[in-house]
Nanobody, 116 residues
Framework: QVQLVESGGGLVQPGGSLRLSCAGS????????MNWYRRTPGKERELVAS????????TYADSVKGRFTISRDNAKNTVYLQMNSLKPEDTAVYCC?????????WGQGTQVTISS
């Protein structure tokens, strides 16, 4: 059974940093690309960042480029999202995602709130 468990969210001031983690189990973690999405009420879900199975290539939404960094540790079955220079508009529930064959799996999400 595929499971994704996120952690690391919280409340930070604008300009601050957070590191999110997503631990995967129930699948061969090192074989699959991983994604971070975020969702905000009233907005479409946004793909924030992706990383290939080996970690050799990453992509980012324009809105986070230069501020967020996705990485992974295949020995720990974990993908990370380092978020710097946070802005109020980064406030959202952040979810990790993996696509395996024709299915898409999601974690429960972790709330990130940027506010002074």
């Amino acid at each position: 059974q595929v499971q994704l468990v996120e952690s690391g969210g919280g409340l930070v001031q604008p300009g601050g940093s957070l590191r999110l983690s997503c631990a995967g189990s129930g699948f061969i973690f090192r074989s699959y690309a991983m994604n971070w999405y975020r969702r905000t009420p009233g907005k479409e879900r946004e793909l924030v960042a992706s990383i290939t199975a080996t970690g050799g290539s990453t992509t980012y939404a324009d809105s986070v480029k230069g501020r967020f960094t996705i990485s992974r540790d295949n020995a720990k079955n974990t993908v990370y999202l380092q978020m710097n220079s946070l802005k109020p508009e980064d406030t959202a529930v952040y979810c990790c995602n993996v696509r395996i064959r024709y299915s898409s799996y999601w974690g429960q999400g972790t709330q990130v709130t940027i506010s002074s």
